[in-house]
Nanobody, 116 residues
Framework: QVQLLESGGGLVQAGGSLRLSCAASGSIGSINTMGWYRQAPGKQRDMVARITSVGITNYADSVKGRFSISRDNGKNTVYLQMNSLKPEDTAVYYC??????????WGQGTQVTVSS
């Protein structure tokens, strides 16, 4: 059984920062890609940032220059540093992990609310 434990969400004022963490545990094997997605009320779930096992990253255009994704392979943990937060960043943020055998897993989600 695979578990993704997310932490770091909360309420912040516009212009502030938050750091999300997601630790994978259980029978996941080797991990390929780790990433963060978000879903605002009434909208689809969209990719925010992803990072491969060798550190290649890609970001949604809306967060480039403000968010930074990183990972600790030894801890099977992925981080999302979010700076200069905007009210439109308000959403539930989900961790996603894809193993090298292409099994995908989702975290339970953590709420990020940015007040204006």
């Amino acid at each position: 059984q695979v578990q993704l434990l997310e932490s770091g969400g909360g309420l912040v004022q516009a212009g502030g920062s938050l750091r999300l963490s997601c630790a994978a545990s259980g029978s996941i094997g080797s991990i390929n890609t780790m990433g963060w997605y978000r879903q605002a009320p009434g909208k689809q779930r969209d990719m925010v940032a992803r990072i491969t096992s060798v550190g290649i990253t890609n970001y949604a255009d809306s967060v480039k220059g403000r968010f930074s994704i990183s990972r600790d392979n030894g801890k099977n943990t992925v981080y999302l540093q979010m700076n200069s937060l905007k009210p439109e960043d308000t959403a539930v943020y989900y961790c996603n992990v894809v193993s090298t055998s292409f099994n995908g897993y989702w975290g339970q989600g953590t709420q990020v609310t940015v007040s204006s």
